[in-house]
């Protein structure tokens, strides 16, 4: 059954569905979707029955970042009270790239701002390729900071270089080809290339989707030292006589279903 409020809307499941629900103002967000989505992500992450999570946007924008309302209070704020907000909004981002439950964006529409942010940090992110992408805040004499830990690992420091200091609009084929989504396709195909790459995350083990998700986490950018090669030797062999390295391996050689496929 689908939880509603004012903002969100999270249908819980295997599958899990977190909804950006603020179409009128394009699913902008301000202090109070911030603290649902922390809430949605921290309480589903935690769930044992969930297996996945999209990400989605209701109407034709997906995020158009900030809600003016919320820019026009920020506008007469302290430092103090500023740098209490963009912990919030850090927090969550936080919250959403460190979910132990792997996590796909759902882009139906154009992505600004911040919500550029909520695209980087999910894990997967499948676009329709009439969706436009723009870090806009250098327009408006500010800076992408809150966001930029998740979108430069996304796109990459070159891209992010133009994209951050000249704040234009790029297409959904410009974004996949600066690796910052995965996928771009009609619109007429999203809902079936998003489930079909869910599928594939719920076929796989899910204590080795979580510790693949914090793997690449914690190597990517990190020298190949013997530290790093240590660490990888030591995460290989606990897997491999974990209950579900064990049973993974005997469904192979027996060729059967794991028990997680199972039922």
């Not at 919500?115 to 327009?139: F, H, K, M, P, Q």
């Amino acid at each position: 059954m689908s939880t509603p409020s004012r903002s969100l809307v999270v249908t819980p499941g295997p599958v899990a569905r977190v909804t950006l629900n603020r179409p009128d103002v394009r699913n902008a967000f301000n202090e109070e979707v911030i603290a649902e989505l922390t809430q949605a992500f921290l309480q589903l992450g935690a769930d044992p029955e969930v297996r996945a999570i999209i990400l989605a946007g209701e109407g034709p924008a997906f995020c158009a970042g900030a809600d003016l309302n919320w820019m026009r209070r920020m506008a007469d704020y302290s430092r103090e009270q500023n740098l209490a907000d963009a912990e919030q909004l850090a927090e969550m981002l936080r919250v959403l790239y460190a979910c132990p439950k792997p996590t796909v964006a759902r882009v139906q529409g154009d992505v600004y701002a911040g919500g550029v942010g909520l695209v980087a940090a999910c894990d997967i992110a499948i676009s329709v390729d009439t969706a436009g992408y723009c870090l806009s805040e250098a327009r408006l004499g500010l800076i992408p900071a809150t966001i930029s830990p998740y979108v430069i690992r996304a796109m990459g420091a070159r891209a992010a270089h133009r994209y951050c200091l000249t704040a234009e609009r790029f297409s959904a084929a410009e974004a996949l080809r600066i690796g910052f989504v995965h996928e771009v396709v009609s619109a007429e195909q999203l809902d079936t290339r998003v489930n079909e790459v869910v599928t594939q995350l719920v076929n796989a083990g899910p204590q080795a989707v979580r510790l693949c998700k914090q793997l690449v986490q914690d190597v990517a950018g990190r020298d190949i030292d013997a530290a790093l090669i240590r660490s990888t030797v030591e995460s290989i062999a606990d897997v491999r006589v974990s209950p579900e390295g064990r049973e993974g391996i005997q469904s192979f050689l027996q060729k059967r279903k794991p028990h997680w496929l199972q039922g």
